[in-house]
């Protein structure tokens, strides 16, 4: 039998500070990002280090305290690269690489240079493409790989994978389940869910981004394999930054709704697969506080996939395909800034 072959895979997210004095440069990685602020180098230079300043003291420097003084993105990030690599087999290494924060590209190129694969799998945990996010790693990926020489292949993005589909439907109704227990006794409507997205500026989505087009479609599958009729649920944008007009609605804006509406509440954050600030602070402690301000008569926040057998088995399906298969368009035409170009070649 000949020699098995070794298969590098390289999960990428957006990093976090590893504590207290990481989060200034961690917020001045992201600023400085082109991909994020879209203005040239000297300008972007003069915004990154102004916001990444005041944000270091402000929002970022307190909500970063209460998880203290570091995100957990790294930690739960390297929890998932390790079921995943137990579930691909022995022919797989798993690799995690950072976009904002260690470890970052430069630094896991030369660690899968080390390793000496026959072939790399480019694999995002951000299961809708952005040029914000997915093309942002791959690009930075690919500056400090360039002399590689290791044939390597992208998963570009999964909205509608049937293992995420169905972990993230799972924890839906678990937690749906839980709410009318606690909630059926009080003469109240039945729980509504808010499909709670990072959001992004208006102006990305016309400029044929089609993470919107992706979060919707992610909502709508979960929806369906949920199957309770008459499900009362809502598409919302979070994690506003700066003057821009933002897509919404915003989640805050659905969140004061509900208060309106007396009814029971539940967010999942179906564009985020591991907990982080977005979900521990932002959901469940802001959103948290304005529903209970705003007379939500039950909150709850679901949790995300993380290590769920079905959304691990569900990326190393994945993996295992694309070693001999192309990835396949999934985003209609007018969304030009779609991985696979306005022509859907790579």
Same mark, same amino acid.
């Given at each position: 039998m000949g020699e098995k072959k070794k298969i590098a895979v390289v999960l990428f997210n957006l990093g976090g500070p590893d504590c207290t004095e990481s989060i200034r440069p961690f917020l001045l990685n992201f600023f400085m990002d082109k991909?994020?602020?879209?203005?040239?180098?000297f300008l972007r230079w003069i915004l990154a280090n102004f916001i990444s300043r005041r944000r270091s003291k402000n929002e970022a420097g307190s909500s970063y305290a209460m998880l203290g003084g570091k995100s957990?993105?790294?930690?739960?990030?390297?929890?998932?690269?390790?079921?995943?690599?137990?579930?691909?087999?022995?022919?797989?290494k798993v690799f995690t690489c950072m976009r904002y924060w260690h470890p970052m590209a430069e630094q896991v190129v030369q660690e899968v240079k080390d390793y000496d694969p026959d072939q790399i799998i480019l694999l995002p945990l951000y299961p809708q493409f952005s040029t914000t996010t997915t093309h942002s790693s791959f690009e930075n990926w &690919?500056?400090?790989a360039?002399? =590689?020489?290791?044939?390597?292949? #992208?998963?570009?993005?999964y909205p509608l994978d049937s293992g995420f589909i169905k972990a993230s439907a799972?924890?839906?109704?678990?937690?749906y389940e839980q709410a009318l227990e606690e909630t059926s006794s009080k003469d109240l409507p039945l729980p509504r869910i808010l499909f709670s997205a990072h959001g992004l500026p208006e102006d990305v989505i016309k400029g044929g981004d089609p993470y919107q087009w992706q979060c919707e479609q992610t909502a709508a599958a979960i929806i369906k394999e949920m199957d309770i009729p008459m499900l009362d649920w809502v598409m919302c944008y979070q994690s506003r930054v700066g003057p821009k007009k933002w897509i919404g609605p915003a989640t805050s804006e659905v969140v004061m709704t509900a208060g309106a509406d007396n009814v029971?509440?539940?967010?999942?954050?179906?564009?985020?697969? &591991?907990?982080?600030?977005?979900? =521990?602070?932002?959901?469940?402690i #802001?959103?948290?506080?304005?529903?209970?301000?705003?007379?939500?008569?039950?909150?709850?926040?679901?949790?995300t996939v993380s290590t769920a057998p079905a959304f691990i088995k569900g990326l190393a399906t994945m993996?295992?395909?694309?070693?001999?298969?192309?990835?396949?368009?999934?985003?209609?035409?007018?969304?030009?800034?779609?991985?696979?170009?306005?022509?859907?070649?790579?």
């Open positions: 991909n994020i602020i879209r203005l040239p180098f957990p993105l790294l930690e739960n990030t390297k929890k998932q690269a390790g079921a995943l690599e137990k579930e691909l087999g022995e022919e797989f &690919n500056q400090f360039a002399d =590689l020489n290791i044939p390597t292949s #992208e998963i570009c993005c799972k924890n839906i109704r678990q937690a029971p509440l539940l967010i999942y954050p179906h564009a985020f697969v &591991n907990e982080h600030v977005e979900t =521990l602070v932002e959901i469940e #802001e959103y948290k506080e304005l529903a209970q301000q705003s007379g939500v008569p039950y909150f709850a926040r679901v949790p993996v295992k395909n694309r070693i001999n298969h192309s990835c396949d368009r999934q985003c209609p035409a007018e969304f030009d800034r779609c991985y696979f170009g306005p022509a859907g070649i790579l």
